[in-house]
């Protein structure tokens, strides 16, 4: 099975040859931060996972945007992130249901032992592992604080 970047690339040449401007622009702004990362001071080729850390990175900073335009009164802009943000989304894994996150986080409450919001650390550190880029960190941590203040 091809990495992915091998498919990152594949995809930018038929966005290439299907002049599609869209997935052209983001795949380049992709490929770039990708290689930005390779060549900060001790890092190395990166793997699928440090790839997808790079993509969900991209991924917050197109909603930070989303946010930003829409209470600017700029809906177009808002649209072309989201447009964008859909491009990248397609090189994660599948993301996880509201309810699959809702057990995960469940279970990750009674492992750690948590007794309220204040242990909202210990929970994240349980979690994190189990979800690796399948949900988004906010809905995470919107998720732990529902379930912890509930606990209260």
Same mark, same amino acid.
């Given at each position: ?18 002049k ?21 001071p001790?890092?190395?080729?990166? !793997?699928?996972? *440090? +790839?997808? @850390?790079?993509? %969900?990175?991209? =991924?917050?900073? &197109?909603? $930070? ?5 829409k ?25 996880l ?21 204040? !242990?909202?650390? *210990? +929970?994240? @550190?349980?979690? %994190?592992p189990? =979800?690796?880029? &399948?949900? $988004? ?16």
């Amino acid at each position: 099975m091809a990495t992915l970047k091998e498919r990152i690339d594949a995809d930018l040449k038929d966005a290439m040859r299907s002049k599609n401007e869209l997935t052209l622009s983001v795949l380049r702004m992709l490929k770039s931060a990708v290689k930005y990362k390779e060549v900060e001071p001790g890092a190395s080729a990166l !793997d699928d996972d *440090a +790839v997808q @850390k790079v993509i %969900n990175t991209l =991924i917050k900073q &197109r909603r $930070e945007s989303v946010d930003q335009f829409k209470s600017g009164g700029r809906p177009e802009l808002a649209e072309k992130e989201e447009q964008e943000i859909a491009v990248l989304q397609k090189y994660l894994p599948q993301q996880l249901s509201a309810e699959e996150l809702s057990a995960l986080v469940t279970a990750a409450i009674s492992e750690s032992g948590a007794q309220g919001p204040k !242990d909202m650390g *210990a +929970v994240m @550190k349980n979690v %994190n592992p189990k =979800i690796q880029g &399948r949900a $988004e960190g906010r809905a995470v941590s919107d998720e732990v604080k529902a379930q912890l203040s509930k606990m209260s």
